[in-house]
C-alpha cells in the first residue's frame, strides 16, 4: 500500500469516527484488532468508541500531524471538549479542555490491527 492510500483510508476512518458512522466502521477496524496491548476486536472497539462519544458530546477528532509509513501511522490527535463527568480520572465535570492525543496504528489489507495510543493527561490536570 502506498503512503498517500493509506494516509486517505486513516482520513476516511477519522470522517467515519467524527460522524459516528458505526456501521461503517467495518470498513476500517479489523474483526481481531487490538488496542494497547489488548485484544478488543471490533465489537469491543466499537463500544469502546461510543462510550467515548457518550461521556463527551461534543466530541470531535482533529488530526493535527500525520505521518504514514505503511503499514503504519502515527497520528497527533486534537481535542477540545466538555466532557460531562470524569475523564481518564479527572473530575472535569463539564468543563472544556484541551488536549492531544499521540497514537499509532498498524494496519493489514487496509484495515486497523494495532492501535497503541498515549493522551496527554497532564494536558488536561493542568486546566483543573
Not at 16 to 41: I, K, M, S, T, Y
Not at 78 to 84: C, L
Not at 104 to 123: C, H, L, N, Q, T
Request: glycine letters at 6%; proline letters at 5%; one cysteine or more.
Amino acid at each position: 500500500m502506498l503512503k498517500a492510500e493509506l494516509a486517505e483510508i486513516y482520513r476516511d476512518y477519522i470522517a467515519c469516527l467524527n460522524a459516528q458512522d458505526w456501521p461503517r466502521l467495518v470498513r476500517f477496524v479489523d474483526a481481531d484488532a487490538h488496542h494497547n496491548g489488548r485484544r478488543v476486536g471490533l465489537s469491543g472497539y466499537r463500544e469502546m468508541l461510543e462510550r467515548d462519544f457518550d461521556d463527551i458530546p461534543d466530541l470531535q477528532f482533529r488530526i493535527e500531524a500525520l505521518v504514514c509509513d505503511p503499514p503504519i501511522v502515527a497520528s497527533r490527535l486534537a481535542f477540545d471538549v466538555t466532557p460531562k463527568g470524569e475523564f481518564l480520572g479527572l473530575p472535569v465535570n463539564g468543563r472544556r479542555v484541551t488536549f492531544t492525543e499521540n497514537v499509532f496504528y498498524r494496519f493489514a489489507e487496509g484495515k486497523i490491527v494495532e492501535v497503541w495510543s498515549v493522551i496527554d493527561k497532564a494536558a488536561i490536570e493542568r486546566q483543573l
